[in-house]
């Protein structure tokens, strides 16, 4: 059974840094990782995503610079580190798992995580 289990959330002030990680287990065939944020009252939004195979990465505009996805094939797992936190970074963050080659949205993936919340404090 494909799974996809997030940690790493928390509290951070302003300026601080989180790392998340997305651990998959299963078969997800999937080609790309992904990680979205939904935070109360908006869309769930693309934050960045990568290719298993050749480590491509993409990036939002509002993490660009301060977020870096990563990943360890070998232990089937994703990573965020979240650096120069800011407020507007509160969501609840989610590892997304896809087979198709368009990342930013969420029709792409077809298996989702449960989410880590994610708060930045002023």
């Known amino acids: 059974q494909a799974q996809l289990v997030e940690s790493g959330g928390g509290l951070v002030q302003a300026g601080g840094s989180l790392r998340l990680s997305c651990a998959a287990s299963?078969?997800?065939?999937?080609?790309?990782m992904g990680w979205f944020r939904q935070a109360p009252g908006k869309e769930r939004e693309f934050v960045a995503a990568?290719?298993?195979?050749?480590?491509?990465?993409y990036y939002a505009d509002s993490v660009k610079g301060r977020f870096t996805i990563s990943r360890d094939n070998s232990k089937n797992t994703v990573y965020l580190q979240m650096n120069s936190l800011k407020p507007e970074d509160t969501a609840v963050y989610y590892c997304?798992?896809?087979?198709?080659?368009?990342?930013?949205?969420?029709?792409?993936?077809?298996?989702w995580g449960q989410g880590t919340q994610v708060t930045v404090s002023s």
């Open positions: 997304a798992a896809g087979s198709g080659i368009v990342v930013i949205t969420t029709t792409s993936y077809n298996y």
């Open positions: 990568i290719s298993w195979n050749f480590g491509t990465t």
């Open positions: 299963g078969r997800t065939n999937s080609k790309t």
